[in-house]
């Protein structure tokens, strides 16, 4: 389940009471190299995955790219659509998938979650991503 960071959650926070922030029409997912990420970070203290073809894969921020489902009782949780990061040549270790307000480093981390086992990918070997985040009552 993603790990909300201190930007992501005062940004939702923000969007939700303030008005201070609007939603964006398309969420953004990356996968970076770091091996810890922390709940302090921005977009620009990631390590971001390198590699011919690699780029954040776009989600609209509507109920087809992602469902919202009870988790437990006072749980709640959203998930997104899968998607599919195709390699065109090899890219570097990817260790975590984050969350993010842009498809450039200019807008908020959001959150974050480990990929499960990290991968590397070669010339035209892919990998599917759903995200997940929770939040609980």
């Known amino acids: 389940m993603g790990q909300w960071t201190t930007e992501g959650l005062q940004w939702a926070l923000e969007v939700l ?18 091996v810890s990420v922390t709940k302090d970070m921005a977009l620009l203290d990631l390590t971001e995955v ?10 609209a921020s509507d109920n087809v790219d992602f469902t ?4 437990g009782v006072d749980n709640r949780k959203q998930t997104s659509k899968i998607m599919t990061f195709t390699a065109g040549g090899t890219w570097t270790t990817a260790r975590v ?9 200019a807008g908020k981390l959001l959150c974050w979650d480990s990929v499960g086992d990290a991968f590397t990918l070669g010339n035209g070997e892919n990998h599917t991503q759903s995200i997940v985040v929770k939040g609980s009552g």
């Open 68 to 71: 919202s489902a009870l988790d």
């Open 97 to 105: 998938w984050f969350l993010a307000t842009t498809v450039n480093n």
């Open 50 to 59: 390198s590699g011919t073809g690699y780029g954040r894969q776009a989600l």
């Open 17 to 34: 009471f303030s008005e201070e922030q609007s939603v964006p029409a398309n969420f953004y997912v990356g996968l970076a190299s770091d």
